[in-house]
């Protein structure tokens, strides 16, 4: 067993690469392929995109999204940086919302679409951890963050929210400077380091941080092939919200841990 989900991650990509790693459509397009070599390119210009804005081992990040492959990389972009991942849901309140981002003291968000965007840059004052929004997809009708005003000075935007493009293009330029920095986060994370706080839905009162460590996850991994066996050559439909710790662990972890589509 690996020494951390990070390290998961890693011997996935050095054993599959080129196969198919995940099929994904948006709106009625036909489905696309990803290879892991894909993934893993995307995942680290990401971990190198957040250590360019001063992420730092055990920072705190956020994932508010639907299900979605960029869900997926955006976890593994801030666990490969060394980082504590977040998961919000995307039909969270503002006040979850807020407590949410405060609590775990997150300092960036990963944002699906601008709808999120706004809801969060509307409480921009309430979560003062909080230093940048990166927005996953490109905005809607092939706007761009200009036409949506998020590059707007005078409203104190434009270092505030980042598209994806731009923040990977941070990334890249990052990778070019310090190679090997995110092998070396990688090779500095421990079984029992803090891995995601997961907050519980449904419960009364706010929502409540469950700390899960990287053993904690790897510990149910190595009990999952007897329970529900999925190997390379399988295909399954991730459907539940990703940031519900079930998902998340059968479906995003258990994916990297068999190999399957």
Do not use: C
């Not at 919200?241 to 079930?246: A, G, I, T, W």
């Amino acid at each position: 067993m690996p020494e951390s989900l990070a390290q998961l991650f890693v011997e996935r990509v050095e054993k599959s690469h080129s196969k198919v790693a995940l099929r994904f459509k948006e709106s009625r397009t036909p489905y696309r392929d990803m290879s892991w070599d894909d993934v893993d390119r995307m995942v680290r210009e990401m971990a190198y995109g957040l250590i360019s804005l001063g992420f730092e081992p055990g920072a705190k990040a956020a994932v508010m999204a639907p299900t979605s492959y960029q869900w997926a990389v955006s976890d593994f972009s801030i666990i490969l940086a060394g980082g504590v991942s977040i998961p919000i849901y995307p039909t969270s309140s503002s006040s979850d919302m807020e407590h949410i981002l405060n609590n775990s003291e997150s300092q960036v968000v990963f944002v699906h679409n601008e709808t999120l965007l706004n809801r969060i840059i509307a409480v921009r004052a309430r979560i003062p951890h909080v230093k940048k929004l990166v927005l996953l997809t490109p905005p809607s009708k092939g706007r761009s963050l200009s036409e949506l005003g998020f590059d707007d000075e005078s409203k104190g935007l434009k270092d505030f929210v980042l598209g994806i493009e731009e923040f990977l293009e941070l990334g890249r330029k990052q990778q070019i400077e310090q190679p090997e920095l995110v092998d070396t986060r990688i090779k500095g994370i421990k079984r029992w380091d803090l891995a995601t706080i997961i907050y519980t839905s449904g419960t009364t009162g706010t929502p409540k941080g469950v700390m899960l460590t990287h053993n904690n996850i790897l510990s149910v991994l190595s009990d999952m092939p007897e329970v529900l066996p999925i190997g390379e050559e399988d295909t399954f439909l991730s459907f539940l919200p990703l940031s519900h710790v079930f998902e998340r662990v059968a479906g995003e972890y258990y994916w990297v841990s068999s190999g399957a589509i």
